[in-house]
């Protein structure tokens, strides 16, 4: 839906991207349209949460 999105409504997409990284924001697909829907909507200082291993 990202990807539909992304040229038509940007802050739509990046409304989506958010929802996606809450359910699975360990998977690289996932992170990638969340990157690309961020800059479409011009949200560069966002960080999302990374694939890493768990703190603590």
């Known amino acids: ?3 539909r ?3 038509e409504d940007p802050e ?3 409304g989506y ?3 996606a990284l809450r359910l699975a ?3 690289a697909a996932v992170r990638e ?3 690309f829907a961020s800059y479409a909507a011009q ?3 966002r960080r999302w949460p990374s694939s890493g ?3 603590g």
Do not use: F, H
């Open 5 to 7: 999105l992304l040229d």
């Open 43 to 45: 949200k560069y200082g």
């Open 33 to 35: 349209a969340a990157g």
């Open 12 to 14: 739509g997409a990046y």
């Open 17 to 19: 991207s958010r929802v």
């Open 25 to 27: 924001s360990r998977v």
């Open 1 to 3: 839906m990202v990807a």
């Open 53 to 55: 291993p768990p703190s």
